[in-house]
């Protein structure tokens, strides 16, 4: 069978000689020069047969089925990579059409044994693993669990990694001790593992839509409204304990979108950036 490499739409008429290439199963091309043929063919039509390159950037998502994970699936599948995620479990209750074309791998950042595998191939990792609970807990899921990922990527040459980090809230960082000191250990680190492809979000309050299988859960219902007032109220962030409180929201789709772009372009700055940041990388054009 023969691999036709030009394909060209013939009809009867008097163009006097074409050429087409094709390519035989060895790897030779074949010439078919039409005059050889008893009529003589005219191309009416070029059909264009869009095939697109095989994606070459893998990301793989780290808590691809949470809230944040979730949209930073869909961006980057959107951008056309290819696209795995990896949560303690697994596959995402998600019924959007998307969640399909991802491969959804299950393990627990805590088990290294367990998640290792996941990491093939892959050229860039994004991080949405973090949650609430005890401070121990708070420190292991956001510290811990993260610090394995970073030091398990760098192992397996992953050129870029972003964490999805948190805004500092003053006051709040010591009733939630345990949350943001497993943040900072997570940057430290990242920022040791990857000088070059380490890149961390921190964000105040994320919000925008959280889907439960094919429920659709509007957190954007305080969220976006504060996020213009609180853009022009940049005063109330400089009171000391109660300012940062008044960080500017930000939608979950600007954090999706900041956070696939610094996991994939090669000129993206490594090292933190900050709510207005976020904000402002989100409102650039893609390229
Ligand atoms: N939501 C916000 O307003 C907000 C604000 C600032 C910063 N952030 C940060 O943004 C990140 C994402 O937040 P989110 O709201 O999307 O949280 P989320 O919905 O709770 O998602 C957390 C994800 O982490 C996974 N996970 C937890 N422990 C894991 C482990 N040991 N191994 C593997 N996967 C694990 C969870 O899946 P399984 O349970 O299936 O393992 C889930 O997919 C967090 O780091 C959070 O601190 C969020």
Known sequence: MRTVISRLILSKSSVPRINTMAVSRNGRYISTDSTKLDEPVKVEEAETVNVPPPPTEKLL???????????VCKEALDRGLSVSSLSRSGRSSIADSWASKVTWHQGN?????????????????????????????????NGTANINAIRGAAEKGVKRFVYISAADFGLVNYILQGYYEGKRAAETELLTKFPYGGVILRPGFIYGTRSVGSMKIPLGVIGSPLEMVLQHAKPLNKLPLVGPLFASPVSVNAVAKVAVRAATDPVFPPGIIDIEGIQRYSQQKSK
């Open 109 to 141: 950042l805590l088990l290294p044994d367990s998640w290792q595998e996941a990491l093939s191939g892959v050229t860039s990792v994004i991080s949405c693993v973090g949650g609430f609970g005890s401070n121990s807990y708070m420190y292991k899921i």
């Open 61 to 71: 998502v780290l808590g691809g089925n949470g809230f944040v994970g979730s949209h």
